[in-house]
């Protein structure tokens, strides 16, 4: 049974994100904070007014809305993506309440629950139901939100800041905004040294957008500088579907979107030329044009590190790629001229 997490409901005390809700979630494991969190940013428990067995208000397993028995957007959580479910927990429908055993150990839903209309119909529940954050199990099974849930949080922040004064609400009433979203949860950025270990992961359930990025920031630049510039590249798609979680990181030069959040702008510059790089590639364009005449000539990390690189090329056209061990690559495209 899950413990320790206490936050206050957006939508029944006017607050939300207050500092204080989050400490006593910090005594949980696993997905506690993040499950806190949600609450405080107007999310219900997936199995909100969950009453099997009886012809009740539960929310309808239907997500056709053009079945007279669809009641997903005005019950349960109110989130129309995420299922009909119960408590994979417990029933506390009953006194002394019993114990489930629905999940089992590869995060399946092994019940034959049904939902509370005459009637009923069973459950459909899949993977990603088991999965969200904010349901109860015991097998630690919880990793995501639903897109619903994220928009969900996104129109609570709206709600407190309809104008999108966020430093004030910040400032003023010790509140975290949207910026707090663009933080990762765990992790660390790499600023100088031997490389880490522990690079910073990012909430999964978003998609995110890397795009390149150039102001020399060994640390990542705050949520509202934005003094930077971002050439044109090819852009780093990660899918709120994407379930390789350490995949889920910062990449070195680069700043970032979710698009969930609905802002254009990239924002979070990380720009560490601190990093050596582990090799790399020299190309040479042979016509001193963009076409496929090149030769190509592989680096060590040696080489590829070496202070005098470009002033040791030949005259010409050349694209130099580094390449690092987190996976990143970094190119400059050359035009050297005569010595």
């Known amino acids: 049974m899950e413990g320790g997490g206490i936050a206050d409901d957006l939508f029944n005390t006017n607050t939300a994100m207050n500092k204080g809700s989050f400490m006593s979630s910090l005594n949980g494991n696993g997905t506690t904070l993040q ?66 055993d629905d999940i089992n150990d590869d995060c399946e839903y092994i019940g034959n629950g049904v939902d509370c209309q005459y009637p009923p119909e069973p459950y459909q529940i899949f993977e990603d139901d088991v999965r969200n954050i904010m349901c109860y199990n015991a097998q630690g099974c919880k990793d995501r939100f639903s897109m619903g849930q994220g928009i969900r949080m996104r129109e609570a922040v709206t709600l407190i800041c309809p104008e999108n004064k966020l430093d004030d609400a910040v ?38 957008v890397f795009v390149e990025c150039d102001c020399n920031c060994p640390q990542p630049t705050d949520y509202d500088n934005t003094n930077f510039t971002l050439p044109a590249s090819p852009q780093i798609l990660i899918s709120k579907d994407e379930t390789d979680y350490s995949s889920i990181t910062h990449p070195n030069h680069r700043a970032f979107k979710i698009l969930q ?64 061990e987190d996976g990143e690559t970094e190119q400059q495209l050359i035009i050297k001229e005569n010595n």
């Open 171 to 208: 400032n003023t009433n010790g509140l975290n905004g949207i910026a707090s979203l663009y933080e990762p949860y765990k992790g660390e950025y790499y600023l100088a040294g031997p490389a880490t270990t522990n690079p910073p992961l990012f909430q999964p359930g978003f998609d995110y």
């Open 35 to 100: 499950h806190e969190i949600g609450h405080c940013m107007g999310l219900h428990h997936t199995w909100n007014d969950f009453t099997p067995n009886t012809n009740g208000t539960c929310e309808h397993v239907t997500r056709n809305p053009s079945d007279p028995n669809y009641n997903a957007d005005v019950a349960g959580d109110f989130v129309t993506d995420t299922a009909a479910v119960p408590n994979f927990g417990w029933d506390f429908t009953v006194d002394p309440p019993v114990q489930y």
């Open 261 to 324: 959040v609905g802002d254009p702008q990239a924002r979070i510059c990380y720009d560490n030329n601190n990093k050596a790089a582990s090799g790399g590639t020299i190309i040479k364009f042979n016509d001193n044009v963009l076409n496929t005449n090149v030769t190509i000539t592989p680096q060590d990390s040696t080489s590829i590190n070496d202070v005098n690189l470009i002033n040791n090329l030949q005259p010409g056209l050349y694209n130099v790629i580094e390449q690092f």
